[in-house]
């Protein structure tokens, strides 16, 4: 089973799987620039308290990925690691991975929310907890440089989250500035202390196993509905029991949440408001450079240009597992989001990512027309009817080009154009046909520009001073993208 929409072409639809950890962080980052403006000095200090501090840079070592560049002027990017923990106990100094004895503590999500370094956007990667990854042997001194094959959510429940914080480098590359835990038991109290939030089902559900009893349409939840609403696995339209069916519903809450918090109801309320960061800092444990209120505030007035259309919420292309269909592996196309990552670059085959790769330099003029040139195609890349399909593709631009067959064993990478003596100017209108073709001089041919495709030999394109004007078939494969929800859209979109 691959992603939803993954196919040949490979276009990878690849939803939220945004839950209560991020729900919690992102809407406290929100409040907090609020409160430390308007807040007296013993509310602010209270919500410090609350927050629990964890260092793990100890921990970590010195073997680990570069950080994103920074270009001038910029904040530069940043990337935080959201966690979610049923038990609270393993992160406290002497946990596992702080070099005690104490492990456990279920893992119900990681998310990685990753801040442009012109803090124009955001992203926030949801990894499947049931993925496939290299696991290491986090604090345990036995164990040095040694890896594992296991669920990624074994990687906080055993070594906690200095652990968690390693799988991930390990496995993308990415290096992670700050982390923040959040403790489950304090969800329905964020909640209830918002005083409800909405959410969108598009049928009535009745879940005896989470006790989700809500009517089909808009209901505003309480922290107990809110929990089962987004644990249900059962008896929910489009979620049959599987995990990732949850991850649409709960990027729904996700927005409701946000929108929540981040309205004037919430805003314009301090006492609204105080109790809602009250509970939401008694359920963090974070490292350090994000234990207060203030290292909150600044990192939300870094942000604050960002808009709702600028938060993008994706989960890691995945695809099955062989060994085990209850399991998952990361895609191919996983590779692409995660560079896009580590160069603070947009998420691949967005709109942003279009307009920002390089355009086309200008071709030189052709000065030969493709009606006096005679071609032959030879195919070398190892892939059936390649010469046939550039055939007619030139043959469509006025080429004549009466062969087309199989190349000599060995052809070079892409393509080359051999040219008789003389010929130039043809071989560069036919060259014109395949970008980054390579043109070489050939005094044993008379009469015609010969081609041959090697591995990696792109599609004919069109060439500027072509004849007629049918159009050339699409051969290309569509690019990958990563489709993502944005912030802002309507919690009963799908």
């Known amino acids: 089973m691959t992603s939803p929409r993954t196919a040949a072409g490979r276009h990878v639809r690849a939803r939220s799987r945004a839950r209560r950890a991020v729900a919690v962080v992102a809407t406290t980052v929100a409040g907090a620039v609020v409160v430390a403006g308007a807040a007296g000095a013993a509310v602010v200090a209270h919500l410090d308290g609350n927050i629990t501090s964890v260092e793990v840079d100890s921990v970590l070592g010195d073997d680990r990925p570069e950080a994103a560049p920074t270009t001038a002027g910029e904040t530069g990017p940043l990337n935080i690691l959201l966690m979610g923990s049923d038990d609270r106990s393993q992160l406290r100094e002497g946990g596992r991975a702080f070099?005690?004895?104490?492990?456990?503590?279920?893992?119900?999500?990681?998310?990685?929310?990753?801040?442009?370094?012109?803090?124009?956007?955001?992203?926030a990667v949801s990894i499947p907890r049931d993925s496939m990854v290299q696991v290491p042997a986090c604090g345990d001194p036995r164990g040095e440089g040694r890896v594992r094959l296991a669920m990624f959510n074994s990687a906080l429940a055993e070594g906690g989250p200095a652990c968690a914080i390693e799988t991930v480098e390990k496995n993308t590359s990415v290096r992670i500035d700050h982390f923040a835990v959040v403790d489950f038991d304090g969800f329905q109290d964020v909640v209830d202390a918002l005083g409800g939030v909405e959410v969108c089902l598009p049928e009535a559900v009745q879940d005896p196993k989470s006790h989700l009893d809500l009517p089909a349409g808009v209901s505003r939840v309480s922290g107990e509905q809110a929990l089962a609403y987004v644990r249900a696995r059962y008896n929910v339209p489009g979620t049959e029991g599987s995990d990732i069916g949850r991850i649409g519903r709960q990027q729904q809450f996700l927005s409701s949440v946000v929108q929540e918090v981040t309205s004037a109801q919430i805003l314009l309320r301090p006492d609204r408001l105080v109790r809602f960061l009250d509970a939401a800092?008694?359920?963090?444990?974070?490292?350090?450079?994000?234990?207060?209120?203030?290292?909150?505030?600044?990192?939300?007035?870094?942000?604050?240009?960002?808009r709702p259309d600028d938060v993008s919420f994706v989960t890691v292309p995945f695809e099955a597992y062989a060994p085990d269909p209850n399991r998952l592996q990361w895609a191919p196309e996983a590779d692409e989001l995660w560079d896009s990552i580590r160069e603070d670059a947009p998420l691949p085959g967005s709109p942003e990512a279009e307009a920002a790769a390089d355009p086309a330099p200008e071709p030189a003029p052709l000065t030969v027309s493709p009606g006096s040139i005679t071609v032959e195609v030879y195919n070398g890349t190892g892939e059936g009817g390649r010469a046939g399909e550039a055939q007619a593709d030139l043959q469509l631009q006025g080429f004549?080009?009466?062969?087309?067959?199989?190349?000599?064993?060995?052809?070079?990478?892409?393509v080359r154009v051999s040219y008789p003596t003389g010929e130039e100017d043809a071989a560069e209108t036919v060259a014109a046909a395949f970008?980054?073709?390579?043109?070489?001089?050939?005094?044993?041919?008379?009469?015609?520009?010969?081609?041959?495709?090697?591995?990696?030999?792109?599609?004919?394109?069109?060439?500027?001073?072509?004849?007629?004007?049918?159009?050339?078939?699409?051969?290309?494969?569509?690019?990958?993208?990563?489709e993502a929800r944005s912030a802002s859209e309507d919690i009963c979109a799908s």
């Open 281 to 306: 800092t008694a359920s963090l444990t974070t490292d350090p450079g994000l234990d207060s209120i203030g290292d909150l505030t600044r990192l939300a007035q870094s942000a604050s240009g960002l």
């Open 435 to 482: 970008p980054g073709a390579n043109v070489v001089e050939d005094p044993t041919l008379q009469g015609r520009v010969v081609v041959t495709l090697g591995p990696g030999a792109p599609d004919v394109v069109e060439v500027p001073n072509r004849l007629g004007d049918q159009p050339l078939p699409d051969r290309s494969e569509p690019a990958t993208a990563i």
């Open 400 to 414: 004549t080009v009466p062969v087309a067959g199989n190349a000599e064993p060995d052809a070079p990478a892409g």
């Open 99 to 123: 070099g005690g004895d104490i492990g456990g503590g279920g893992s119900d999500t990681t998310i990685l929310v990753h801040l442009s370094g012109d803090r124009q956007r955001a992203v």
